[in-house]
């Protein structure tokens, strides 16, 4: 009863420290991949931020204003993440989770248990922010040889920073849930969440950041900074954190702005957690009513899939299976991210202006419609593993439903291939279209190109669900499954097959476009070697789609045993 | 025969779960399917529903081979689980429509699943959740969706895996009157249930099963002159489980008072 609050943090570290313990298969080779991708951002972080805090360091004056600016503006970033983050985050610790009914149900002071979910709320926010901000800072402190003063308050500034927005993150949720249900209010984070990130992208592309890599646009540079020093500015947390590092770079210490950071987030941490003695309560009380819960019928979608000639149990799975993802507001939001991926994808080809190089621009655009293949086949991977992969997961524990029925576990399968395949193919022969159309290339490259999207589709849509099969993930959500072994495996093949693809096609046509460039006829051993690689695509293509959708089978009906 | 199984074997590497096992279930019979925790009764269930592959022996559902023929044996059998998972994103009324889908009912013509639909929901008194999600179902109406499922296609024989859990008095009351009409139109039913006054109240005969193996079968009083010679029996309910008990190996009751 008088546990203090870290004893409550305890589950959370015990299961942690078993996750860790716990042996999977596949662990070596995931921790390898997504170590390294790790490793490379973080030298990528560190190298970006030497490298500019180096330049910056030869324009004397001008560079250390602007180096404080962009630690100003570095902060403000983070700031904004870190509340968004703060609010997700705590709706999850505070309300929605599952020991929660254990907690409450405990003799525990109120107090007690805000302190250790708290102490969870930002651990969980600001960790990735963290791991991006150590490289950046080292990179900083590094070039400005500083010493370890300079390391030791970057700590301490940290701490603060990250408590202060996950502090007003939680009081904007407690204030939330006391007005809307906790679930609903997940949906509409969720879904703001992800027009704040896709816009974000669309935005940052559209001002064409490369423009500021040119010397003759410095200036606007400098604006553009200026323009981040409004007057609120110097009111922000993110402005104290930049102005206390920036003095530690010089060896100096800004004693006012970091006590206005540990004194605010002393201020935050108190005022939130009488606003959580006041009303969290009645908030999670709230939480636990379930209200009916508003959703669209789509009467209409049915109406369009009855006119599709399909057996009733191929209708019905299709039916199912896109309602659920259509109602799932966690799943379809996704696309509002893929589709500004997709404009920054096509906008790219848009800008980009082959036409300077007035001998090569041939060349060039034709090895681009290439680059343009891969891109396709890298964004149908990814595309593949986050949507279709986990296509036979989503039964979850539902899937009794079909293997008591009398569907065969084929037609299962290949209902799902349908269903993933459309889409697939659509996007990425939009995709691959557009971009070949903006770059003007040669009409068979742009005709190649199209069908071997088609055949890359059926192969790699049959992998995702043929391995989504073998490597099910029932009780995890599709992105955790998009991560789990069997998601790596898929990722690892996908993209050696699109390489192989690249391989197979670019050969032959690169012979095309020469001969025709010299205005000379292919010869027949020619015209047979580009046959030859175009058919060796084209079957293993084929080979990848029925082998991997007849594995799947196997899969599926080896898990009656 | 509705429900035949003959020799039923499942092994997980050392361990065997069901050893052997054989019983069969007439048309219009309700069977109960007693043991303790971990004896072995949902895996035998399991693999008459088709979600596990025996080991050894055979499974013949309505005159089909379930290892030779699965579709056709599952097309003619119904299967309530012990747990009422199902897609939490369907309405109630397009879980069940899916469902008949899976089952070859169409949307209309000669098969019109919207009526059937209806009239399950209002059997097990759901008619006013059609339109509405599962999500927002309680546990007790997810599992009366289950069974409504399991009734949709007129299955001549139904699996049933632990009915009573989760349920109102209302709502075991009712799923006992439907049990009892399924019987009577021929339905053959299987039950495994915990639940001993459940069992002597509704089963026609009973199987017991221990450690893989059935150690009893007959009707209620054939069980009690099993363990009670020819003594008659007083107590209804508490007799069943002192005969449960007996068959099984006692409680251990005795540690009780000195626990407490």
């Known amino acids: ?561 | 025969m509705s429900i035949a199984i003959h020799d039923l074997v499942k092994t997980y590497g050392q361990f065997t779960a069901v050893n052997g096992v054989s019983l069969d279930v007439q048309p219009g019979e309700i069977h109960g399917f007693l043991g303790p925790n971990g004896a072995g009764k949902t895996t035998t269930l399991r693999m008459i529903a088709g979600l596990l592959k025996p080991t050894a022996g055979r499974i013949v559902v309505n005159g089909h081979d379930l290892a030779n023929d699965p579709e056709s044996a599952k097309a003619s059998l119904g299967f309530i689980p012990d747990r009422p998972y199902i897609y939490e994103k369907l309405t109630g009324g397009e879980f069940l429509r899916f469902h008949g889908g899976l089952f070859g009912m169409n949307g209309g013509g000669e098969n019109p699943i919207g009526d059937r639909v209806r009239e399950m929901l209002e059997l097990f008194e759901l008619g006013r959740w059609e339109n509405e999600l599962v999500e927002s179902f309680s546990h007790g109406m997810k599992q009366r969706l289950v069974m409504s499922a399991a009734f949709l296609h007129r299955p001549r024989a139904v699996v049933v895996d632990e009915p009573m859990v989760g349920l109102d008095p209302r709502g075991a009351r009712l799923i006992k009157d439907v049990f009892r009409k399924m019987s009577e139109r021929g339905v053959a039913i299987l039950m495994s249930t915990h639940t001993l006054e459940v069992a002597e109240e509704m089963c026609d005969r009973i199987s017991i099963i221990l450690k893989g193996r059935i150690i009893a079968r007959g009707t209620v009083d054939e069980l009690r002159a099993l363990t009670a010679g020819d003594r008659p029996s007083a107590e209804g309910a508490e007799e069943l489980t002192s005969v449960f008990l007996k068959l099984t190996g006692g409680s251990g009751l005795q540690e009780i008072d000195e626990i407490v």
């Open chain 1, 1 to 561: 009863m008088e546990a203090s609050f870290p004893y409550l943090l305890l589950p959370s570290v015990w299961a942690s420290r078993n996750r860790a313990r716990r042996r999977q298969r596949g662990d070596l080779i995931r921790g390898v991949m997504f170590g390294g991708v790790g490793l490379i951002v973080c030298a990528a972080l560190f190298q970006g931020a030497y490298w500019l805090t180096a330049q910056l360091e030869s324009y004397e004056d001008l560079g250390d204003y602007l180096l404080r600016l962009g630690l100003s503006w570095l902060f403000l970033t983070f700031l904004s993440f870190l509340a968004f983050s703060g609010v997700v985050t705590a709706l999850s610790t505070f309300f929605l989770s599952e020991d929660l009914r254990v907690l409450l149900a405990a003799p525990l002071p109120v107090r007690r248990l805000f302190h250790a979910r708290f102490v969870r709320t930002v651990a969980q926010a600001s960790w990735m922010v963290v791991i991006f901000l150590a490289p950046v800072l080292m990179g900083v402190g590094r070039a400005r040889c500083a010493g370890a003063g300079f390391y030791a308050v970057a700590v301490l500034t940290t701490i603060p920073f990250a408590v202060i927005p996950v502090a007003a993150g939680t009081l904007v949720t407690l204030l939330l849930v006391n007005t809307f249900p906790a679930r609903r209010a997940r949906d509409i984070l969720m879904l703001m969440g992800l027009l704040f990130a896709a816009s974000l992208v669309v935005l940052l592309r559209f001002i064409r950041p490369e423009q500021l890599m040119k010397v003759e646009s410095l200036p606007d540079l400098t604006d553009f900074f200026a323009t981040l020093q409004s007057p609120i500015t110097p009111m922000l947390p993110s402005f104290w954190a930049g102005e206390t590092l920036f003095a530690s770079l010089r060896g100096g210490v800004d004693w006012l702005h970091f006590a206005a950071l540990w004194t605010t987030a002393f201020a935050a941490v108190v005022v939130v957690r009488m606003a959580n003695e006041r009303w969290y309560f009645t908030g999670y009380s709230r939480a636990q009513e379930s209200p009916k819960a508003r959703f669209t019928q789509l009467r209409q979608l049915e109406a369009v899939v009855r006119w599709l000639p399909l057996s009733t149990v191929r209708r019905q799975l299709l039916i199912k299976d896109l309602k659920i993802f259509l109602r799932d507001v966690s799943q379809w939001s996704q696309l509002l991210l893929l589709m500004a991926l997709v404009l920054v994808y096509l906008y790219n080809f848009r800008v980009l202006d082959l036409e300077r190089i007035p001998y090569m621009s041939g060349v060039v655009k034709n090895v681009y419609a290439f680059v343009n293949l891969g891109m396709a086949g890298f964004v149908m991977a990814t595309v593949a593993v986050r949507f279709v992969f986990p296509a036979v997961s989503s039964e979850g524990a539902a899937f009794w439903i079909i293997r008591t029925s009398p569907v065969s576990l084929r037609d299962f399968l290949w209902s799902k291939f349908w269903t993933g395949l459309v889409p697939v193919l659509a996007l990425t022969e939009v995709l691959t279209i557009a971009g070949n159309e903006f770059l003007g290339v040669d009409p068979f490259i742009k005709m190649m190109a199209a069908l071997a999207i088609v055949f890359m589709s059926f192969a790699l849509v049959g992998l995702a669900i043929g391995l989504g099969a073998r490597y099910p993930r029932f009780n995890a959500d599709p992105t955790q499954v998009a991560g789990s072994y069997g998601g790596v495996a898929f990722m690892i093949q996908a993209v050696l097959f699109v390489i192989v693809m690249i391989v197979l096609l670019g050969w032959p046509a690169s012979i095309y476009l020469f001969q025709r460039a010299r205005r000379v006829p292919l010869t027949a051993s020619q015209q047979i070697l580009m046959t030859g690689c175009f058919a060796s695509a084209a079957a293993i293509s084929i080979a990848t789609w029925l082998t991997s959708m007849r594995s799947g089978v196997r899969a599926l009906r080896a898990m009656a045993d």
